[in-house]
């Protein structure tokens, strides 16, 4: 008895059908592509830019500034920095230790690192300099007036773009000038690497002023053409250098004269 064979398009037809299925199931189990990478914030990172851009043009800023700073419950006092062609620094302190009463030049050159006794109240002799280190060593705390350093190595942090910052553009503070950024530490240390504060400078990198805890410095007089060098106030001597808190008040019970009539 002859066999039967089935029509083609029924046996095709089910495998016609499947295959489109088989394809939906393999593309449904492909994972979905990743979502575009965050660009993070661009405009915090721009600001950070600007504000390193601004901080490197300082350190090769050459120039004779005067500055006045101010702080509560005290009388202004103006600080005169100098950035010598060959580097070299000095920064002039009226009342930087003894308490207020003593004046002192700190100035780093190719000899090192020297606080200077200028004469004043508080140390009335000549002016003599006291060699602290190597010229980029830090300042001890107890001989450190704090006012030099926006002007001198607070700049190496602001161009640091490894250094724990948060900066941000801010509005320039009544009685500063020029283009202003907030900077605030994001380091839990307690030794930060520089204060708090607003930072000011013009577009050709000058300083113009910061206002920070500690009080107020602004520009006060366009500045004038730099020296080939700082030179010292005074001789360097064997000494030792004035700290920046007051001296104790003497005892009378130990004055000579105590006990006398």
């Excluded at 004046?103 to 003599?128: K, M, N, Y």
């Excluded at 190595?153 to 602001?158: A, I, S």
Aim: glycine share 8%; charged share 20%; hydrophobic share 40%.
């Amino acid at each position: 008895m002859p066999v039967l064979s089935r029509p083609a398009g029924r046996v095709l037809g089910p495998l016609v059908l499947a295959l489109p299925v088989a394809l939906v199931a393999c593309d449904s189990a492909q994972p979905p592509p990743p979502p575009p990478a965050d660009p993070g914030p661009v405009q915090v990172d721009g600001t950070r830019d600007e504000l390193a851009a601004l901080a490197a043009a300082a350190q090769d800023r050459h120039l004779v500034a005067q500055y006045v700073f101010s702080r509560s419950g005290q009388p202004d006092r103006t600080i005169v920095f100098t950035s010598a062609n060959d580097g070299s620094w000095r920064v002039d302190v009226p009342g930087g230790a003894l308490g207020g009463t003593a004046d002192v030049s700190l100035a780093a050159t190719s000899d090192g690192l020297f606080q200077c006794a200028l004469p004043s109240t508080g140390h009335p002799e000549p002016a003599r300099c006291v060699r602290l280190g190597d010229r980029d060593d830090a300042i001890p705390r107890r001989l450190d007036p704090r006012i030099q350093h926006p002007l001198t190595d607070w700049l190496d942090v602001l161009t640091d773009r490894r250094a724990p910052l948060a900066v941000a553009e801010a509005a320039t503070p009544k009685g500063l000038a020029g283009t202003c950024y907030s900077v605030e530490s994001t380091s839990a240390s307690l030794n930060a690497p520089l204060d708090v504060g607003i930072y000011c400078y013009d577009p050709d990198g000058t300083p113009t002023g910061v206002r920070t805890d500690s009080g107020t410095l602004r520009l006060a007089a366009p500045p004038g053409a730099a020296p080939a060098a700082v030179q010292l106030a005074g001789p360097v001597v064997d000494a030792e250098p004035l700290d920046t808190a007051a001296p104790p008040t003497p005892d009378p019970a130990l004055s000579p004269s105590a006990g006398t009539s």
